[in-house]
């Protein structure tokens, strides 16, 4: 079992920047993939990135590269630093822990409850 909390979000203007923070518990956190994803009001939910278990691959979705950079220690966290925001950046952002590296929300076993991110324009 993984439990996953997030935090770090909140309102900000476009161009500026915040930094998610996701907290596992469990010691078999290691062994997985770790995702975020978004979801915006009345929208599907939508990959953003996800990082590998060694930390060392990654996969963006097109919209955030160059943007976004996620990271993870060996602390049991994970991180989306998000630089340039846009408007469009603005949901509720989730962290997930997946069996393999994908962009398929149904691949992923474990959720946080996710922290709303706002861009004001």
């Known amino acids: 079992q993984v439990q996953l909390v997030e935090s770090g979000g909140g309102l900000v203007q476009a161009g500026g920047s915040l930094r998610l923070s996701c907290a596992a518990s469990g010691r078999t956190f290691r062994r997985y993939p770790m995702g975020w994803f978004r979801q915006a009001p009345g929208k599907e939910r939508e990959f953003v990135v996800v990082?590998?278990?060694?930390?060392?691959?990654t996969i963006y979705a097109d919209a955030v590269k160059g943007r976004f950079t996620i990271s993870r220690d060996n602390a049991n966290m994970v991180y989306l630093q998000m630089n340039g925001l846009k408007p469009e950046d603005t949901a509720i952002y989730y962290c997930a822990a997946g069996g393999v590296m994908s962009r398929a929300p149904e691949q992923y076993d474990y959720w946080g409850q996710g922290t709303q991110v706002t861009v004001s324009s």
């Open positions: 990082i590998s278990t060694s930390g060392l691959s």
